[in-house]
């Protein structure tokens, strides 16, 4: 399929993406071309592009895998919660820690019976 085609043609907008690639297309082949830097870093970028069209499965293997990675990566950088018991505080002259559980416990104890507030 060329680029040119009349498919491409077809609309303005591929008319428009044409139009550019034929006024830009032969200058950036120049400057390419002209240096060796510029070639390398050209072949390096294109390489994946190429690959993937080349050997689609593989490519795509090889991505699904890379984000799989990524994701357990940045999973096992999150700061996991702390575990220690949060700042108490005293009602009836007992402490009393703010958590659900000692809510509980704080509810079996006839000493400290009265209802939780806040």
Request: aromatic share 6%.
């Amino acid at each position: 399929m060329k680029l040119r085609g009349p498919t491409v043609r077809a609309n303005s907008a591929g008319r428009a993406v044409v139009g550019l690639h034929e006024t830009t297309s032969p200058s950036l082949a120049n400057f390419i071309a002209q240096h060796e830097s510029t070639r390398t870093a050209t072949r390096v970028l294109l390489f994946p592009v190429v690959y993937a069209v080349v050997f689609p499965r593989t490519a795509i293997l090889l991505t699904s895998l890379s984000l799989a990675l990524l994701v357990v990566w940045r999973r096992s950088r999150i700061p996991k919660p702390s575990r220690r018991r949060r700042r108490a505080y005293t009602r009836n002259g007992v402490e009393v820690a703010r958590l659900r559980t000692s809510r509980r416990e704080d509810a079996a104890n006839p000493r400290t019976s009265a209802p939780l507030r806040g």
